[in-house]
């Protein structure tokens, strides 16, 4: 789970690093009440792209964030 260490369940954890695979990103920890080290993994999924100023652009190259939404599911 989310910000639990995998070992003893202790939300005492610190984050140190990041992996990005391109397809997933992990999170390195360590826990702080067993000193267990580990991963937490995610995968990526598309959800926008953005201009310069943050606000969503919700069509790509001419297609539709909904129907690529649907796709994707």
């Known amino acids: 789970m989310k910000g639990e260490c995998a070992k003893c ?3 005492e954890i610190d984050y140190f690093d990041n992996e ?3 397809e997933c990103i992990g999170y390195k920890y360590e826990c ?3 000193g267990f080290n ?3 993994w995610y995968d990526l999924l598309y959800n926008c792209d953005t201009n310069s100023d943050g606000t969503e652009i919700f069509e790509r190259k001419g297609v539709n964030k909904k129907e690529l ?3 994707e599911s």
């Open 20 to 22: 990005n695979t391109g």
């Open 32 to 34: 702080e009440k067993c």
């Open 38 to 40: 580990g991963t937490e």
């Open 69 to 71: 939404m649907k796709e």
């Open 9 to 11: 369940g202790s939300g």
